[in-house]
Structures are given as C-alpha cells and as structure tokens.
C-alpha cells in the first residue's frame, strides 16, 4: 500500500471543482491470465485497448461539516459526517474506500467536507472494466484535489488493493492498468506483483481500419463476474488441466495477437480472437450463455468474421469484427436479434484530471 511522504500531497484545492474521467477498455486476448495464482506462478499477458466511454468523477468542496457521494448513474446517494473514517461494508463502497485512503495516509484532512459525484457511461457488469475504470477515475480525482504524488503505475496499483483487497472484489489487473495508461496496450503480470505496460506504436491506418471492423453489442445480461472468476480461480488452484491448458493458450494468444496488431494482419487476428473465445469458454462453466450464443450466431451468420465477449463471461458485451462495408448490415441483425449493437471508437488517452472555478 502506497503512504504519504511527509510533508507532501496535503494541500487542497479548496475553491475549485476537481474532474477526471478514466476510460473503459476491451479485451482483445488474454483475459484471465491476469488473475492469482496464474499470473503469480507462469505470468501473465493481456492486449486490450480503451474506448469512448468514461467513469467520471467529480470533487467540489464544501463548508457545512458534511461529506456527500452521489453516484448519479444508479441514482445512490449518502451524507456523511466530517472526521471520520467511513464503514466500507454497505452503501457507496468505492466511494468511501477511495476516501478513506486518502483521509487514512495524510492526503487528506479529514474536517474537509466535499461532494463527489459519479458516473460510468456503461452498466456495472458490462464486462468494459466499468468499475476499475471508476475506482481510477475516483483516485484521479482524490489525487488531484489533493496534491498528491502518485504516477500512473501507483494510481493502477492504487485502485486494484482498494478494489481487489479492501474491498474484496473478485477479479483480476488489466483493468486498472487500462484506465489509467489508455490506449492499445500489451500489459505482462509477473511474480511478485510486477506489472509492465507496453504501450503499442500501431500504425494509424492500422488502428482505423480496426475501428471500423469493430461492432460492440450489449447482451442486455448485466452479469455477476464473480461466480466465474471463483471458479476460474478455483481450477487454477486445484491445477485443472483443462482450464491451465486454455490459459496457457488464451495467453498465446495475447502474444500472437500483438504481433498481428503491430503488423497489419487484422485477418490473423480475427482468428486469433475466434481461437482466444474457445479456450475463454473452457475456463469456467457459464462463460457462454444461450442469450450470449444466440447473439453470437446470429453475428456470425451476418457477416462477421470474429467475435468473443469482453471481460469474465455470463454476460456484459459481445465484440465482433466484420468488413467496414457490412458493418450497418451486421448491426441491424444483432438489434433484431435482441442485442443492442453500435460502432465504438478507440482512444489513445488514459485517465485525466482537470479544474473548474467553483
């Protein structure tokens, strides 16, 4: 866990507004590999790259003793007293664990009152790292406001011990690491809890022709990752060959499609990805679903060539790659189908902070 330095990160921004917003991201390969004690034990590679949509999160001071969070995306809100450190086992649990880091490490003054506020422009379980991407967007926010020293391989760590070990949530690395740098990167998770982001230099026609190959399409299934992640975990301890095979495969996979990116080949990594769907379905039981092969098929069947979903499974987005010319056509089918499907653009920027004058 990162501690102040003495004397450091304790001024505040006491007559502005603090805003940041952190990006989601999709997983192109290598998914679970991320995850104890795989990554611990054969190491791990991720290649994932952000998009258009944001967790945001937004600090204002105030000076009535009261500290307000407000997630205006699932309409939650809570008041709170100045002063004290906040019970993170109910209500806004990220909020208040982000607080309470800072409040505990010498950050932040605790006789500060404050109202933060929240939003994800994705539903929790949407398989984008929504709330990795709003555990960074909210330590973004904290940090700022509080003239805190923390580079962006400290905010990722940051997030993922809140995330993962204050609050206990079941999941993985990548996320975090993702909505901090941005971009297409190829993220390796080693012994030791060594993490090293390789951001890739892909050429632009690259990067364009990908982006409009690419079709995203909600399944409607807001789904509950840690079921699978538990069982994915589970395997990894009791050493199943099955499941270690298809993340040995699944982490090839990351690799192959890294060179594939970097040169151009946007058909070898649409079998790539075809091939890192097959293994992801032999981790866990419920990593496919009916509605989730029913959106599949019907994406396959219109046109695409390629297509997994992003994030554990159960549920959350499908994405698929289709020739730009039928992009429309396979959109349509996968409305009609019961999907919700539109295009998505790839940004190359990460989290950032900015002010406003209250």
């Not at 866990?1 to 990006?23: C, D, F, N, Q, Y």
């Not at 952000?50 to 600090?59: E, M, N, S």
């Not at 995203?216 to 992640?229: A, H, K, L, N, P």
């Not at 499908?318 to 295009?343: C, D, H, T, W, Y």
């Amino acid at each position: 866990m990162l501690h102040a330095a003495p004397g450091k990160g304790v001024s505040v921004l006491r007559e502005v507004t603090i805003r940041s917003r952190a990006p989601l991201r999709l997983g192109l390969a290598g998914g679970g590999t991320d995850l104890s004690p795989y990554c611990d034990e054969y190491g791990g590679a991720i290649l994932n790259c952000t998009i258009d949509r944001y967790a945001y999160a937004f600090i204002t001071p105030r000076n009535d003793g009261v500290i307000r969070f407000v997630a205006s995306d699932i309409n939650k809100e809570e008041s709170h007293q100045t002063g004290n450190v906040l019970d993170i086992g109910a209500g806004l649990r990220f909020h208040r664990a982000v607080y309470n880091y800072f409040v505990e490490s010498g950050f932040l003054d605790p006789k500060i009152g404050m109202t933060v506020t929240t939003g994800v422009d994705s539903p929790p379980g949407s398989g984008l790292g929504s709330s990795s991407a709003l555990a960074v967007a909210l330590c973004e926010a904290f940090r700022f406001f509080c003239n805190t020293p923390l580079g962006l391989y400290d905010l990722a760590h940051l997030a993922f011990e809140i995330e993962r070990l204050k609050l206990s949530l079941a999941g993985g690395k990548q996320d975090q690491y993702a909505a901090s740098f941005g971009g297409v990167n190829f993220i390796e998770f080693l012994p030791q809890d060594r993490v090293i982001v390789n951001p890739l230099r892909v050429d632009r026609s690259v990067l364009n022709e990908l982006e409009a190959s690419l079709v995203v399409c909600s399944t409607g299934v807001s789904r509950e990752s840690e079921q699978i992640i538990n069982q994915q975990v589970g395997r990894m301890v009791e050493r199943n060959a099955q499941t270690l095979e298809a993340l040995h495969a699944i982490k090839q996979a990351a690799i192959d499609m890294k060179q594939a990116l970097l040169t151009g080949n946007l058909r070898a990594l649409g079998e790539i990805l075809n091939h890192s769907w097959i293994s992801k379905k032999k981790t866990a039981s419920g990593v496919s679903t009916q509605v989730i092969d029913t959106l599949f098929d019907a994406g396959m069947q219109s046109g695409a060539h390629a297509g997994k979903i992003s994030g554990a499974g159960g549920g959350g987005f499908i994405m698929f790659l289709v020739e730009p010319e039928k992009r429309r056509q396979l959109i349509a089918r996968l409305n009609e189908a019961g999907g919700s499907a539109g295009p998505v653009h790839l940004t190359g920027r990460g989290v950032e902070s900015w002010k406003t004058q209250n």
